[in-house]
């Protein structure tokens, strides 16, 4: 059973997650209609105005922490049920960045962050942040500093945020076991294919670094593979810029 925690502003729901863990049970979303500081990835801001889906899953799994892969897998996996969500209840396709932005057109329609609490060597809990943008209008679309969307101007009508929500959780827990269980490979297919810079040229970024080549592939632990002049480079973690 999936419990919920409505708030009706709060900074971030990640970080209303991470600072009350200890009460929040395993498998439980926190969610609000406004967040006041919504963190993005990379130190970004993720703006979080209301009629916006702004939601962080907490899940307590037992798994060694240094399994980053599992961690990896988790957003990945959360990625492909966004997609699926957008296709089945919406028929909206939608295009994967690596490693787990959501694009329509090129432009970012939905966003991911995740993060950890570790206690010694184990996990205590992963929190999946999932920003969606489900009813953004024109001009706040325009003051993002990255192309955007939002599913109100796809389907020009009003999305109803908790319809949205509820889908996404019953998509999400329908493989979470099998997810936990056999990793990435579970979805490497279809997560593959839904990639839209594999056999492209790219930039890359990571801790600091970047990299250009031909995004070649997506290896069984979800890394990017990249092609640069002939010398393969494998990233871990990090974005695709462009
Ligand atoms: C990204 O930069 O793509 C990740 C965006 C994640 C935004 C969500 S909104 C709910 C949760 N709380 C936050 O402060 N951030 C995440």
Do not use: H, M, W
């Given at each position: 059973m999936?419990?919920?925690?409505?708030?009706?502003?709060?900074?971030?729901?990640?970080?209303?997650?991470m600072e009350n863990i200890q009460e929040i049970e395993d498998k439980t979303v926190v969610f609000a209609d406004i967040q006041s500081k919504g963190k993005g990835r990379n130190a970004r801001n993720w703006v979080?105005?209301?009629?916006?889906?702004?939601?962080?899953?907490?899940?307590?799994?037992?798994?060694?922490f240094q399994e980053k892969h599992t961690l990896n897998a988790l957003a990945h996996y959360t990625a492909v049920v966004l997609a699926r969500v957008f296709k089945k209840k919406y028929l909206i396709e939608t295009k994967i960045k690596w490693p787990n932005d959501l694009l329509v057109d090129r432009k970012k329609i939905a966003?991911?962050?995740?993060?950890?609490?570790?206690?010694?060597?184990?996990?205590?809990?992963?929190?999946?942040?999932?920003?969606?943008?489900?009813?953004?209008?024109?001009g706040l679309l325009e003051k993002i500093d990255q192309?955007?969307?939002?599913?109100?101007?796809?389907?020009?009508?009003?999305?109803?945020?908790?319809?949205?929500?509820?889908f996404l959780l019953k998509e999400f827990f329908l493989q979470y076991d099998e997810l936990l269980e056999k990793g990435f490979l579970l979805i490497k297919e279809e997560y593959s294919l839904r990639n839209m810079f594999l056999g492209k040229m790219v930039e890359a970024a990571a801790f600091n670094k970047k990299y250009y080549g031909i995004a070649k592939e997506?290896?069984?632990?979800?890394?990017?593979?990249?092609?640069?002049?002939?010398?393969e480079k494998i990233i871990d973690m990090g974005d695709i810029i462009c």
């Open positions: 999936i419990k919920k925690i409505y708030l009706s502003e709060v900074e971030s729901t990640n970080n209303y997650a979080s105005e209301k009629n916006n889906l702004f939601a962080s899953l907490v899940l307590k799994p037992r798994f060694d966003g991911i962050l995740i993060e950890t609490i570790i206690q010694g060597y184990l996990l205590e809990a992963v929190i999946i942040g999932i920003g969606v943008n489900l009813n953004l209008g024109k192309p955007a969307t939002s599913l109100n101007v796809l389907l020009k009508k009003e999305i109803d945020r908790d319809e949205f929500l509820d997506i290896t069984d632990k979800g890394q990017l593979v990249l092609d640069c002049n002939g010398i």
